[in-house]
Nanobody
């Protein structure tokens, strides 16, 4: 089992930046892909970005390409999401996700990001 704790959310004005962190603990040796998802009120949870174990392959949703950067540090078992040029439509609860080598999914509790005009 993997436990995930997100941090770094908050309120920011449009055009600003935030950096989210997600620290993993527990069965960290089983972690393969790490990812960030987000869910706005009344909408489904959407994939934002993913990163493979070695960090060599990253995938981004079209809506965040060029503005968000996902990275990970396997020494401290943490995945990051650097969010720049934030827009009001980025407002959502952001969830950390990991997939293990056995394809089990683990989720964090979520961190709120609120972008105002």
């Amino acid at each position: 089992q993997v436990q995930l704790v997100e941090s770094g959310g908050g309120a920011v004005q449009a055009g600003g930046s935030l950096r989210l962190s997600c620290a993993a603990s527990g069965s960290i040796f089983s972690i393969d892909t790490m990812a960030w998802y987000r869910q706005a009120p009344g909408k489904p949870r959407d994939l934002v970005a993913t990163i493979t174990r070695g960090g060599g392959i990253r995938h981004y949703a079209d809506s965040v390409k060029g503005r968000f950067t996902i990275s990970r540090d396997n020494i401290v078992n943490t995945v990051y999401l650097q969010m720049n040029s934030l827009k009001q439509e980025d407002t959502a609860v952001y969830y950390c996700n990991v997939e293990t080598f056995r394809r089990f999914q683990c989720w964090g509790q979520g961190t709120q990001v609120a972008v105002s005009s």
